[in-house]
């Protein structure tokens, strides 16, 4: 198992940044990543992801032109730079590994997660 384990969440205005980072106990770069989140009250939904071998990435559209999916530190960690946060974007953040090559939203790929990390956009 990669076991994974979330970094950089916590308290942010509204229209503030933050990035998330994702790590694991072997390098990320033979895994397709994931970043999930769960709001209060709401089920876990995946926001992005980004492939094993091409990089090639996904947004859903409440993230898209805001968050970005990174591999980084020589491709043995994953980051999501987030920007204009809003206080929708208050939720518990999951980064999770498939060893499929492709980059879907479909928990059902993942099979490692890491614990979370909270961020809390407020004024």
């Known amino acids: 198992q990669v076991q994974l384990v979330e970094s950089g969440g916590g308290p942010v205005q509204p229209g503030g940044s933050l990035r998330l980072s994702c790590s694991g106990k072997i390098t990320l770069d033979y895994s397709a990543i994931g970043w999930f989140r769960q709001a209060p009250g709401k089920e876990r939904e995946g926001i992005t992801c980004?492939?094993?071998?091409?990089?090639?990435?996904y947004y859903v559209d409440s993230v898209k032109g805001r968050f970005t999916i990174s591999r980084t530190n020589a491709r043995r960690t994953v980051s999501l730079q987030m920007s204009n946060l809003k206080p929708e974007d208050t939720a518990v953040y999951y980064c999770?590994?498939?060893?499929?090559?492709?980059?879907?939203?479909?928990?059902?790929?993942?099979?490692?997660w890491g614990q979370g990390t909270q961020v809390t956009v407020s004024s």
């Open positions: 999770a590994a498939s060893p499929a090559s492709v980059c879907g939203l479909d928990e059902d790929l993942y099979d490692d």
């Open positions: 980004i492939s094993k071998s091409e990089d090639s990435t």
